[in-house]
């Protein structure tokens, strides 16, 4: 099994300067699970993703734009493959699709009926980096996942957010209701803003601008990477768990008010 994990992982670098260095790198990480009695199968696990790698030491070239205007759409799904370029899937034949060499715009064209939902998957090729992507939606639950982008913007009335895998220099989140999941990735400025829905973010990094506003979400953060962040919530409860507490500068502000 570990001989064809690290086959796959020579086919799909096969072009790339740092196959040597990849190689070793997985070797080496490989060696210590052996060493420590680790199984195959469970080292298999603990290994990073083919897509994950790409995401790594890929070099993306081509700048691109995406722009999603959705109202009934039920779910989008973004997400990085090793094909080359942008390519989209979409059940619904109502859509008015706008390409060009570095942007990608798709918009409802005609009203939709009330139970005329659809979905929409938009496959983001190896050589892409997304400059920007922006989403106005209604209510839609959208899933982001081995993404490398300069500015994502997410706004909406109602819907889940996964956040999973990605290297984004700026995340914005502005929803009315939702909940919203980060996980195993890495946000440089990261600003949310919600009414309600639950907010978790796990196993990230963040470095830089990071402000979480909400008026009665709960917020959860675990294993975050990061000496400052912002969590402001009205009546919705704030957890924060790092190892190191005793090093963490936070800011947590919770504002008692009447309800009248």
Excluded: H, W
């Excluded at 796959?8 to 260095?21: I, R, S, W």
């Excluded at 090729?125 to 992507?133: F, H, M, N």
């Excluded at 700026?170 to 990735?185: E, F, T, Y």
């Excluded at 973010?201 to 990071?210: A, G, R, V």
């Amino acid at each position: 099994m570990l001989e064809y994990y690290l086959e796959e992982v020579k086919k799909t670098f096969v072009d790339n300067e740092n196959l040597n260095d990849i190689l070793q790198e997985l070797n080496d990480e490989i060696s210590l699970y052996q060493e420590a009695g680790i199984k195959e199968d469970d080292i298999i696990k603990r290994l990073p993703t083919i897509d994950e790698l790409i995401i790594k030491y890929q070099k993306a070239n081509v700048s691109y734009n995406v722009l999603l205007e959705i109202i009934k759409c039920r779910e989008v799904i973004i997400n990085k493959t090793p094909s080359i370029g942008v390519s989209y899937f979409t059940t619904s034949n109502c859509l008015e699709v706008k390409e060009s060499s570095n942007s990608l715009t798709i918009k409802e064209k005609v009203k939709l009926n009330k139970n005329d939902d659809y979905t929409l998957t938009i496959n983001v090729g190896s050589d892409i980096y997304l400059e920007k992507l922006k989403i106005n939606m209604t209510q839609t639950k959208i899933n982001l996942t081995n993404l490398k982008a300069n500015i994502i913007k997410i706004d909406g009335i109602s819907g889940n957010v996964e956040v999973v895998n990605n290297d984004i220099n700026c995340l914005q989140l502005n929803l009315v209701s939702g909940d919203i999941l980060i996980k195993r990735s890495d946000i440089s400025s990261l600003k949310i803003s919600t009414i309600s829905g639950d907010i978790e973010i796990k196993d990230t990094k963040l470095t830089e601008d990071n402000k979480i506003d909400t008026i009665s979400g709960n917020v959860t953060i675990n294993n975050y990477d990061n000496d400052k962040i912002k969590v402001n919530s009205i009546s919705g409860s704030i957890n924060i768990n790092k190892q190191n507490k005793d090093n963490v500068l936070t800011n947590l502000k919770r504002s008692l008010k009447k309800m009248f």
